[in-house]
């Protein structure tokens, strides 16, 4: 898998649309898996607000979320948002950040993608 340099990818619900929430969450596991399975990737994939859910180790995306982690992209996810949800210890892949730090990525990227 190749990074794609200065790209971000942001998460920041659990849910791919409006409309249906369990419509929502089988979009965002189909969305992921098939990222997973793709021959380019942002370098940088932040979750924050809701999509931080997706990085706890019982989430339907974790597996495919280790594989991006595993190829080297940079996972990040907000902390305040991990607290809020009170699953930071539960998070599982990528590590806790700040805002401070997610400002700088998207500051310093040339693309920034969400789904």
């Known amino acids: 898998m190749k990074l794609k340099e200065n790209e971000v990818l942001l998460f920041t619900s659990d849910k791919l649309g409006e409309g249906e929430n369990e419509l929502g969450e089988i979009l965002m596991k189909?969305?992921?898996?098939v990222l997973s399975e793709s021959s380019e990737i942002a370098e940088t994939v932040i979750f924050y607000n809701s999509g931080v859910k997706l990085t706890v180790n019982d989430s339907p995306s974790y597996e495919d979320l280790k594989m991006l982690e595993n190829s080297g992209?940079?996972?990040?996810?907000?902390g305040t948002c991990a607290d809020y949800y009170d699953i930071k210890e539960k998070v599982s892949v990528g590590k806790i950040?700040?805002?401070?730090v997610i400002v700088q990525k998207l500051q310093e990227a040339k693309k920034v993608l969400k789904p």
């Open 73 to 78: 992209a940079e996972l990040l996810i907000c």
């Open 97 to 100: 950040s700040n805002m401070r």
């Open 30 to 33: 189909s969305f992921i898996h």
